[in-house]
């Protein structure tokens, strides 16, 4: 019988942090750097929890692990694999070729071979031209003899019928065979370019994402856990390793989710803004219902327009490491940062420079370094910078918040020692134990989820009826998703009348959330 | 006519910004006839703009715009070809071939879509639009309003399948073309309001492509330079000739947004809270798909059809109203329209009253300056 006992690892840019749960209770927790190859870096901290707490490796239920490996590799351009783009639309969307407006370095790393065939559907379902398997083939052949080793596969207003899409799929498989294939409308939403943009990016990251997948998997055999283990994406909820080596852009950005989702965990309370204050940037986002709220609009990553689904995130140049500056009689804090060099450069770590870390310490309220190194700071400087940080803060979080009502604020992250008052526009502020990891936590407490987003009619089912389909569609995408059903509920409900269109056609977006079935393996 | 500016990629980017700040909230996001353009030009197409005093009074001009459902216009992206098909069966009907290819509408998507045209046709494109801006409607326009018909107008599909509607009544002919749209599947390229040079040199709003261009490359260079967006674009624009009156309306934060979706508009207010010089104070912007009048309380700051346009206050991106959310911080600003668009019979059309508002139209120089704040130029 096993213990009950589940692991949340986050690896980030700069640390890789671990904790060890047991319902809901932190054993304990770890923090390192994280290495250059991840693997030996989370073999490490899970060693170093499990040893704390005194915890056998097979007594461990479960491994939660979230990571911003796919994205950085995706805006650094590295370790990306030349994909093929086949889109079907013809003669529609010749107007617009695919990767148009991706930045140089990206599209000639990435860019193998574009084909736009018939194919496509019109809003209503109808069809635009049928589909040519001759097409198709002939296409695939182009594509072998290129040697592009990712397909990605993009239909007009394929989130309205995914058919033709899936057909292709079939055709590719038969083509060629192993071939890596991605459809747009498994990852994207409504808005062809960044649709068809997401399904290439992911297409890109398709090769590493085995590699990555299957290094975190030896990793852990290693270690002696034969617990299985999932990957948290930017939503809050959990995806297989087999389904990450195939939609590793569903990970993007789910750092910050899971700070998001640990500090409404840690603090119990799921309607609030977060400030995740780190060296360099603090990341704001809002919880709803305990989950990050989604961004509604097309989203930049490295430069390239795309519309899968992001947290709602609010990055500003405000953190540790900010550096602080006087111009013009008006004290400046950030956005330029020194970032991880904080240890060496900042004041009260005996390096020459100026930052929001120092201010906090010569203010008073803050306890790191040493404080005799900001003794002879000017008062009103340090009172001045002091001001600018709340005030950089609180315009933050307004930003973020969706009408005038005072809302409930946390803080994690190294950073939130640089806030020690009220925040405008807060009912409270919170920085609960724990706030170092709460990364990790969010990883660990992760749930799965299933969603569904197309355009119902209306008027063919009554609203009523449209509902409750898209909500059975999304508790058995949930259920497929490794969730016990009994525990899944519906969190979300977004309708979105389609303006000049006949039939009540209305965009419909449910989403399902519920506990993970835990595989005892013993 | 005599040969003007030549288009080039360098443009396209200025040109989307300055015709999403004429879009003054609505028009549609420009960013898919961006990326039309681009590759048109990257293709090898031409784009010359040409002023319209240049052009001969006999010459055969086409107004060109997409009609459609915005979800429809940004998934089922044309093919370009059905661009000239739908001049070319214009042409066929009227039995003359075009000179040069215009915009029915400068604000949004449609500013550059002519120029797409253009480019795959070989034709110049005439400086100015038959808006001045955005509307939500096609007999909202100054061919319209001087007596030139919308009709024949031309529809055409991605397969460049095409219908043709004749009527007398501008509003007929909207009205059955949105029939046609659907049909067509939800988007169609349109050719309306064909004209000879001499009907457009009385109905056009002139210069507004040159317009569009100089507002986004102000907006641009003033980010690069770090100097105040605000102050230099409306510096810019009393340089113009007909759009020089204009003055920042309001700045302050959004704190509240209502929307409602009647007969295919997106109808809603936005209430702005003021901050700085606008402190203590509230604003009220009532939009149709484009935002309408601008008011302090009861009093008004700015009135359609002269432009209301709302940006980001610290990098003057232009907001579109769909994309306005709370707690933005925006500026406001009011510029006046036209003098052809200011006109009784003008206002009978796309003045307060058509659109239902029981203020009377006041053009924006009149209203008195202790109504607004002191702007910074």
Redesign the interface.
Known sequence: MNGGFRIGVDVGGTNTDAVLMRGREVLASHKSATTPDVGSGIVAAIDAVLKQASVAANAVDVVMIGTTHFTNAFVEARHLCRVGVLRL?????????PL??WPAPLRDVIHGHSEIVGG?F???G?P?TPLSPDEIRRAAREFRARGIEAIAVSS??APVNTDQEQEVERILTEEISGSRIVLSGRIGR????ERENAAVMNAALLPMAERVIDSFRRALNGLGLRAPFYISQNDGTLLTPDVVARYPVLTFASGPTNSMRGAAFLTGNGEALVLDIGGTTTDVGALVQGFPRESS?AVDIGGV?TNFRMPDLLSIGLGGGSLVSVEDGRVRVGPRSVGYQITSEALVFGGNQLTATDIAVAAGYAEVGDRDRVAKLDPATVSAAVDEIHRLAEEAL???????VAVPAVLVGGGSILINRDLRGCESIVVPERADVANAIGAAIAQVSGVVDRIFSYEKLGRDGALAEAKDEAIRHAVAAGGQPASIGITDIEEL??????GGAV?VRVKAVGDLVLERTV | MASGMQLTLDHVEDLARGAAVLGTGGGGDP??GS??L???L?DGGRVELVDIETTPDEAFLVPFGLM?????I????????EFVAALRSMERHLGKNAAGVMCAEIGGLNALLPL?LAARAGLPVIDGDGMGRAFPQLQMTTYNICGVRASPMVMAD???STVLIESERSEEVERLG?QV??AM??STSICLYPMNGADAKRSLVRGTLTLALGLGRTIREARRSSNDPFEKLLGYLRTTPYYQHCRILFEG?T??LTRR?TG???MGNVIIEGSGRCAGRRCTLTFQNEHLVAREGDRVLAIVPDLIAVLDSSTAEPITTE?L?????VTVIGISAAPIMRTPQALAVFGPQAFGLPEPFVPIEKIPDSAVPRTAA
């Open positions: 639309g013809a003669p529609a969307t010749l107007a617009i070729r148009i407006d496509g019109n809003f209503d109808r635009i007009v207003f409504i808005g062809m370019i609009v327009r307004d930003r973020m918040r969706t009408s005038s009348p389609l303006e000049y269109l006949p965009r | 960013y898919i990326l039309m681009r590759q048109a990257k459609g459902a915005p979800t429809v940004v998934e089922k992206i044309p093919n370009g070809a797409v991605e397969y460049s949105r749209v659907v599947g939800g934060k704190v509240d979706t295919g508009f997106a994309a959310k709370y707690g933005q911080r």
